[in-house]
C-alpha cells in the first residue's frame, strides 16, 4: 500500500470499504482481526491515505462475504489505474501534476461525458487554432507554455476514436458559435468540425438560443463524466484557478436533474446543425473579406 495523495478515485474506493465494513456489523477492531492488519493501515485505506490494490480489495471484499459480481467489477475498477495511466506514460511531458492530470485521467476513463458551457465548445472537439485562441484569451501566457497546452488539448481528444468511444452530450450557448475566437478563419475551421462530428454515432451537439426563454443553467458551465471503471459519475465545474470535483450522489443527482433541464431549452440536433451550417457560412464570407482587405493593402 503505497501512500499517494488523495485522488478522487481514493476516496471513493476509501468510503465503499467503510461502507461494506459497517453495512456487515463490523467494528474496526474486529474487522481488523478478520483482515489480519494492523488498526491504522485499514484505517489509513478507509480514510485515502494510501493506494490499495487490486488484490487487496479482492481480498477484503472476500474476507466481507461480497458476492455481487457488478459491485467486485466496480471495486476493482476504482482501484486499477484503467486506461488513463497508458495514456499518461504515452504524454507524461505535457500533463500537469494536480487536480488537471486527475481530471484528464477521470475524462480518459469515462465512457459518457455530458457537457454544458455557455460560451465555448468542450476541449473533446475543439481544433488546434480555436484551443490556441481559448488558451491564449488570459494574457501574458508564455509562448512554449501556450503550444504545450495545445498539445495536450488535442492529445486528451483521444477517448473519441478509441475502439470504443467515449459517448459526447454537449450543450452550448448560442454565444459559443458567436464569438471570434481567434477570428473569422479559425471559427469557420472550428464550426465546420463540430458539423462534421455531429456525422458521428456517439456525438450529440444542442444549443440553448439567443431566443430561450429561460436558462435552468446560469450558473456556469460543468461537465458529467461516466467513469466506466469504478462505475461512478462525478461532476466537474472547472473555473480560472481551480477544478472543483462534486462526488455525492446528491449534488450528482442536481447535475444530471439540471443537464435534463437544459434538454427542455436547446434546439433541437437538427436545428443545432442547421445554425452552426449558417454560422460556418457567415464566418466564411467575413474571412475572404478579410483576406479581400489584406489583399488590397
Not at 489509513?44 to 467486485?72: C, N, Q, W
Not at 451550417?277 to 493593402?297: I, M, N, P
Request: neutral net charge; contains cysteine; aromatic residues 6%.
Amino acid at each position: 500500500m503505497a501512500r499517494q495523495p488523495s485522488t478522487l478515485r481514493m476516496r471513493r474506493l476509501g468510503a465503499q470499504l467503510r461502507r461494506v465494513r459497517t453495512e456487515r456489523g463490523l467494528t474496526l477492531e474486529e474487522a481488523c482481526v478478520l483482515l489480519k492488519v494492523s488498526k491504522s493501515a485499514l484505517q489509513r485505506m478507509e480514510s485515502a491515505h494510501v493506494i490499495v490494490r487490486r488484490p487487496m480489495v479482492e481480498y477484503m471484499l472476500g474476507k466481507y462475504g461480497v458476492t455481487d459480481a457488478d459491485f467486485i467489477r466496480a471495486m476493482d475498477g476504482l482501484a486499477s489505474g484503467g486506461r488513463s495511466s497508458a495514456w499518461i506514460r504515452r504524454n507524461r511531458n505535457l500533463v500537469p501534476e494536480g487536480r488537471p492530470r486527475e481530471a484528464a485521467m477521470l475524462l480518459l476513463d469515462s465512457s459518457r461525458v455530458r457537457t454544458y458551457h455557455p460560451d465555448r465548445f468542450h476541449g473533446l472537439l475543439q481544433t488546434p487554432d480555436y484551443a490556441r485562441a481559448i488558451l491564449a484569451s488570459p494574457r501574458n501566457k508564455d509562448a512554449a507554455a501556450l503550444e504545450r497546452g495545445v498539445a495536450y488539448r488535442m492529445a486528451r481528444k483521444e477517448p473519441l476514436h478509441r475502439g470504443k468511444p467515449v459517448e459526447l452530450e454537449m450543450i452550448v450557448g448560442e454565444a459559443a458559435i458567436r464569438q471570434h475566437f481567434g477570428g473569422p478563419a479559425v471559427m469557420a475551421q472550428q464550426l465546420r468540425h463540430l458539423a462534421e462530428a455531429m456525422q458521428w454515432p456517439n456525438v450529440q451537439i444542442r444549443i440553448v438560443p439567443f431566443t430561450a426563454l429561460r436558462n435552468p443553467a446560469l450558473d456556469g458551465g460543468f461537465d458529467l463524466l461516466d467513469v466506466e471503471l469504478g462505475d461512478f459519475t462525478v461532476a466537474v465545474l472547472d473555473s480560472f484557478t481551480r477544478v472543483t470535483y462534486l462526488e455525492e450522489d446528491q449534488e450528482i443527482a442536481k447535475y444530471e436533474a439540471l443537464f435534463d433541464e437544459l434538454l427542455l431549452v436547446t434546439l433541437s440536433l437538427d436545428e443545432t446543425r442547421s445554425m452552426i451550417e449558417h454560422a460556418v457560412t457567415e464566418f466564411e464570407a467575413l474571412a475572404r473579406g478579410e483576406d479581400d482587405g489584406l489583399a488590397k493593402e
